[in-house]
Nanobody
Framework: QVRLVQSGGGSVQAGESLRLSCVDPGNIFSGKTVAWYRQVPGKQRGLVAAVTSGGTTSYVDSVKGRFTISRDNGRNTVYLQMDSLKPEDTAVYYC?????WGQGTQVTVSS
């Protein structure tokens, strides 16, 4: 079963940065939007950021100015650069494209 492969994440202090990576071994990304979602226990998975095949980006209001989504089509990889992290950013982060999900990556931000 094809799946996106995530890396990055971990535990940091508030104000620090992390970068998540999402690699597409099955060439799913080609011509498609790729998005990052996050989920905390007891809540639904929510959209964080997305990037179209043409490079247009969008963000949920709570991360605007702090997170940057980008894609490297040559490496079939999408990144989520997360700066000025806050405790409320703590969640499991997932990448997705064409209904194919990554395995999830825990991000924990302590105050």
């Amino acid at each position: 079963q094809v799946r996106l492969v995530q890396s990055g994440g971990g535990s940091v202090q508030a104000g620090e940065s992390l970068r998540l990576s999402c690699v597409d071994p099955g060439n799913i990304f080609s011509g498609k939007t790729v998005a990052w979602y996050r989920q905390v226990p007891g809540k639904q998975r929510g959209l964080v950021a997305a990037v179209t095949s043409g490079g247009t980006t969008s963000y949920v209001d709570s991360v605007k100015g702090r997170f940057t989504i980008s894609r490297d089509n040559g490496r079939n990889t999408v990144y989520l650069q997360m700066d000025s992290l806050k405790p409320e950013d703590t969640a499991v982060y997932y990448c997705v494209s064409a209904a194919i999900w990554g395995q999830g990556t825990q991000v924990t931000v302590s105050s």
